[in-house]
């Protein structure tokens, strides 16, 4: 019986593969081929001057090491995470705070739908068309600020472009509009997942909501946790849209909102591929680190496995 | 239900797309189809049945086509209200392919089309692109060879003797070699608020304004003051930019070296001085809201720097309100002559279509009918000394927006004078990086050294080959 | 015995006022950040209904003005074509989210319901794709494409969407709370073939979670400028984030604000429309997931 069982297991595993075809082939062709031209790129001086090809010239390393000591790196890898966490953490507060009233059943919230409807509607307008629209309503003459002149709050117009905090607030702000409300989505279908015995019965045994909150939701709720933790870092790092129109590719003032993947577009402007290469190539190595400090903090492949 | 809202939707899209379709049937205007009707027979372009049946055309915007659609005879539009729908010529279509320039878009496709045109399939290949002068030199340098030299197609000097001479040195080669023409003489001077200079100068008159902005210290000490009566000297320091930059001793880059000039320097301190005394902005141009809000009256903006083609297009003349709208500009050269701007057409190197190329080229830019034309349709300062001297003879070149001036005389005079020898295929890049980092400058959030080092990091970033230091 | 059913009843009287402040409070919050978010479209169909000298000259104002006909009028008239381009938008977006989540679900499937030997390895593998910035490989990816002779083609817009490594991760979260592998078993002893198990039982299952990130999908890729702007050239192949773009940059000649806006209104409209459409839809099928799970 269980021979005939673990043979007919075996065969139906075959379908893993089989299942598996569709996405590896894509992947394989539309993203590990480019990859890997990319990744060969940045081993050479390859660049337009004008129509001309300068290169393909084997260099080594030169492309890495030019963008350590003249590129300022560092520094659009600090704008980038600051920036970052400029949108998130009150993202990450304000999503989960939502989430939990959402799906606490005790608090009956009427308009539940109107509300989820509401704050989703943000993600869906264009990232241009969102910073084209912040930077004609934040512009020296724009309506936000001649509201606060003629409020009395400002004696004069205040030039948000030309601060670097505000910029950065203003950038990190947009990106929490954008994206806080699909967030509330993805940790109230994670809540919604519990067991809701699990709070009936600590709701009995006394439980205030805070106490149900941070006792009985937050952990549970730590695989998808993780899961918006990484794929905001990796979106974040990725960030390009917005900053690119608000400061027209500048990241003005003085590059202080430039962040990595503008850098990069910059060396793509320029068609300048094997810098453009190197520069992927470290944007790839940070997004490992990154994402894997964020898995090791959470550590959730461990309990599965020993779940398992 | 929802399938219902969905459905009434979809059903109510079409009937505008279709009530869109009849609205270009209904609304063709009488005079495109007249005038392209009659010429079609006459226009008989020797197209022997060697050359191709499309013809393709990579422009940025739609001014071309429409200068096509509304001058070329025997052009007929698909659509007259959208003239980049394209049309036919013959028995030739038309097909325009827009990129827009945003963030380089159209110089990339420009690199990514031109190289290997040649080897494309006959409909596909690009027969005519067109260029500005920013970046011109990278297209009609001879070793790229993407544009080909006019005499090839059969156009000979003598054809192109009425154009200013700066117009053919742009688009001239190392080898002396002509490979593009323009149907636009861009030079430009500065456009005041007349209103503004009677109150603080006294006067309106354009040589008598002229007396308060003939050098810069003299425009400098002219900023004081309009700025005791609140007014700006000009709506931002961009502005004047290009007529510094317009009148350098060396070119950006020479010999594959960045070079930063005196007179971009000194640009960089009147500017400084002017932005510290809250006598100018630092406003972009085009969505700058100083910038905009000059074109209106309360904007209390004296002056602008532009040729024919800004003050027609770009001052909001068709605003009710605006300055231009009651015809409340002046024009006068200013401290320095410049030029601004100006689209080429080049004949893409592996066309199929030479005959019908070489005849677009010349009756645009150098048809003293078609080009008259052009000038009184469109306003366009037009690239014909005749056409010019014409216009100028008599009140057909007068401008409302000008409060009846007649600019031509000043316009065809300042074209003349145009060089273009201090021009260098890096122009639009390094004025791009130069205006940012001196912005940042301006305001204080750098000094001039550290502006200086990023501006060279912004140049080494564009252009890998050129030394900075 | 009777005390203790006073103190409950106690206790549940101040839980009640408690729970009202409660209430308030969010009530409050919600309000707020439901004018945080809908504050920005409010702007722009203000703006879309006024005239480009009104939008120069005199700032924001809070009632709309009578210019959405004319500038909708401009925008059809203009030289971007405009509805070609939202039938392009409608097409790409909509085969990338039926794509994405079709193939994203059968990828999760195979690694959350056979065992075989390099499914740990094709996991984490997976997840480390997850990391790859899109825009890290676009160089590659646009030489590719050029090799192909695929530049002005959908394809290379569409098809990429089966390897999504971020639905198929949401997908596989989901599948462990949500589909037990019993009843695939059960399935089987039926004698169903582990094709119709996947489309007939799987996918159905899985409907909430495909819904959602169809949504996810097909408007990010609506919104998508980046790929899409390498890739399309012609004019009547363009989608709707290239148009917007032109508009704004391409011809300072014609440069009309009310345009500008009206363009961006009509571009989010149809997206808000099909939204609110699924909404109930989306919110009652994470709710039934949950109840599921």
């Not at chain 1, 379908?15 to 990859?35: A, R």
């Not at chain 2, 878009?105 to 690009?126: C, I, M, R």
């Not at chain 2, 510094?244 to 005196?262: A, C, F, M, R």
Request: with cysteine.
């Amino acid at each position: 019986m269980s021979k005939v069982k673990r043979g007919k297991v075996v065969r139906y595993n075959r379908w893993g593969y089989i299942f598996l075809i569709p996405f590896m082939v894509t992947f394989i062709i539309f993203q590990l081929i480019p990859l890997c031209t990319t990744i060969y790129n940045s081993f050479f001086e390859n660049y337009m001057s004008g129509l001309k090809q300068v290169g393909p010239t084997f260099i080594g390393l030169e492309n890495y090491k030019t963008l350590i000591t003249e590129g300022d790196l560092g520094k659009y890898f600090t704008n980038t995470l600051i920036v970052w966490l400029i949108g998130f953490v009150p993202q990450i507060i304000l999503s989960l705070l939502l989430g939990a009233w959402f799906s606490d059943p005790s608090l009956r919230l009427k308009g539940q739908r109107f509300f989820k409807t509401v704050i989703y509607l943000p993600n869906l307008i264009m990232a241009s068309a969102f910073s084209m629209l912040f930077f004609t309503l934040f512009s020296d003459g724009g309506p936000i600020n001649s509201m606060l002149v003629q409020a009395g709050i400002l004696s004069e117009p205040f030039k948000f472009f030309s601060s670097i905090s505000a910029t950065r607030i203003l950038i990190g702000f947009m990106n929490f509009v954008m994206w806080f409300g699909n967030t509330t989505i993805l940790l109230m279908a994670g809540m919604m997942g519990i067991d809701p015995s699990l709070f009936e019965a600590a709701e009995v045994d006394g439980a205030t909501p805070r106490q149900i909150f941070w006792k009985i939701t937050l952990p549970l709720l730590r695989p998808i946790l993780v899961y918006v933790l990484i794929t905001s870092l990796i979106g974040g790092l990725q960030m390009f849209d917005v900053p690119q129109i608000l400061t027209n590719g500048e990241g003005s003032p003085v590059r202080s909102s430039m962040t990595l993947i503008m850098y990069l577009n910059k060396h793509l402007y320029s068609k300048n591929y094997g810098m453009a290469g190197a520069l992927s190539v470290y944007l790839f190595i940070l997004t490992g680190i990154l994402s894997f400090i964020v898995f090791k903090l959470t550590g959730p492949q461990k309990e599965k496995k020993e779940k398992k | 239900m929802k399938k219902k809202v969905l459905s009434a939707l979809l059903a109510s899209a079409m009937v505008a797309s279709m009530m869109a379709g009849c609205n270009n049937g209904g609304t063709n205007p009488a005079p495109s189809s007249s005038a392209g009707q009659p010429a079609q027979s006459g226009t008989a372009v020797n197209n022997d049945a060697a050359e191709g049946k499309v013809l393709n055309i990579q422009v940025w915007n739609e001014e071309f086509a429409s200068r096509l659609t509304n001058h070329y005879p025997g052009y007929e539009p698909n659509d007259a209200n959208n003239p980049t729908a394209g049309g036919k010529i013959g028995d030739v279509t038309v097909n325009f392919i827009v990129t827009a320039n945003q963030n380089n878009a159209y110089q990339n496709q420009l690199d990514a089309v031109l190289p290997g045109n040649a080897s494309l399939d006959a409909d596909k290949k690009t027969d005519i692109f067109l260029v500005e002068a920013d970046y011109a030199l990278k297209y009609v340098d001879a070793s790229a060879n993407v544009a080909m030299p006019l005499s090839e197609l059969g156009i000979s000097d003598a054809d192109l003797s009425k154009q200013y001479q700066y117009t053919k040195d742009i688009v001239t080669d190392a080898n002396g070699a002509i490979r593009g023409a323009s149907w636009q003489a861009c030079s430009a001077g500065l456009i005041y608020n007349r209103a503004a200079a009677k109150e603080v100068l006294g006067t309106d008159d354009p040589a008598k304004v002229q007396e308060f902005v003939k050098d810069w210290d003299t425009f400098n000490a002219t900023a004081a003051k309009l700025g005791e009566k609140g007014y700006l000297v000009e709506a931002s320091v961009n502005d004047s930019f290009r007529v510094y930059s317009n009148n350098v001793t060396s070119p950006w880059v020479k010999d594959g070296k960045l070079t930063i000039d005196n007179n971009i320097m000194k640009w960089v301190d009147d500017s400084k001085v002017l932005y510290d005394a809250k006598y100018t902005t630092t406003d972009p141009l085009w969505d700058g809201d100083t910038w905009k809000g000059g074109f209106y009256p309360a904007g209390k903006v004296f002056a602008y720097f532009g040729p024919a083609w800004f003050f027609n297009f770009s001052m909001g003349a068709d605003q009710a309100g605006s300055i231009a709208n009651q015809g409340g500009w002046g024009l006068t050269t200013g401290p320095q002559g410049f030029f601004w701007g100006g689209t080429w057409i080049c004949a893409a190197q592996g066309t199929d279509n030479p005959t019908l190329v070489k005849d677009i080229i010349l009756t645009m830019t150098t048809d003293n009918a078609v080009m008259k034309e052009i000038a009184q349709q469109d306003s366009d300062c037009v690239n014909n000394k005749e056409v010019l001297k014409e216009l100028a003879a008599d009140a057909s070149g007068n401008l409302a927006i000008l409060g009846g001036q007649n600019p031509y005389e000043m316009l065809a005079k300042g074209a003349e004078l145009v060089d273009m020898s201090k021009i260098s295929a890096y122009d639009q890049g390094c004025n791009e990086s130069f205006q940012t980092v001196f912005k940042d400058y301006f305001e204080g959030k750098q000094t001039k050294d550290e502006a200086l080092a990023a501006f060279k990091k912004a140049v080494k970033e564009k252009y890998p080959e050129l030394t900075v230091d | 015995m009777a005390d203790q059913t006073n103190m409950n009843i106690n206790n549940r009287k101040s839980a009640g006022a408690h729970m009202r402040a409660r209430r308030t409070v969010c009530y409050i919050v919600l309000v707020l950040v439901s004018i945080m978010c809908l504050f920005w479209f409010y702007v722009l169909l203000i703006n879309a209904t006024r005239s480009h000298g009104d939008l120069t000259t005199k700032g924001f104002t809070a009632v709309p003005s009578g210019y959405l006909i004319q500038n909708l009028n401009s925008l059809f008239h203009s030289s971007q074509p405009v509805l070609r381009g939202m039938v392009n938008s409608i097409l790409v977006s909509g085969l990338t989210a039926a794509l994405c989540v079709y193939f994203s679900a059968m990828t999760a499937y195979a690694l959350h319901a056979y065992d075989f030997a390099l499914k740990n390895f094709l996991f984490t593998f997976i997840l480390a794709i997850m990391m790859i910035p899109t825009q890290v490989t676009a160089l590659g990816f646009l030489q590719l494409i050029r090799g192909m002779k695929l530049e002005d083609n959908f394809i290379p817009l569409v098809i990429p969407a089966i390897a999504s490594p971020v639905v198929f991760f949401y997908m596989k979260q989901y599948m462990e709370s949500a589909l037990p592998l019993a009843l695939l078993e059960a399935a089987r002893i039926d004698g169903a073939g582990e094709i119709r198990i996947f489309n007939s039982i799987v996918i159905p299952l899985m409907k909430p979670a495909l819904a959602v990130q169809a949504i996810f999908s097909f408007v990010s890729s609506w919104n998508n400028y980046f790929t899409p702007q390498l890739i399309l050239h012609e004019n009547n192949k363009k989608t709707l984030p290239i148009l917007i773009a032109n508009l704004r940059s391409a011809d300072f000649l014609k440069f009309d604000m009310g345009q500008v806006y009206a363009m961006i209104a009509f571009s989010i409209f149809p997206v808000i429309v099909v939204y609110l459409i699924l909404s109930k839809y989306i919110v009652s099928g994470v709710a039934l997931g949950g109840v599921k799970g």
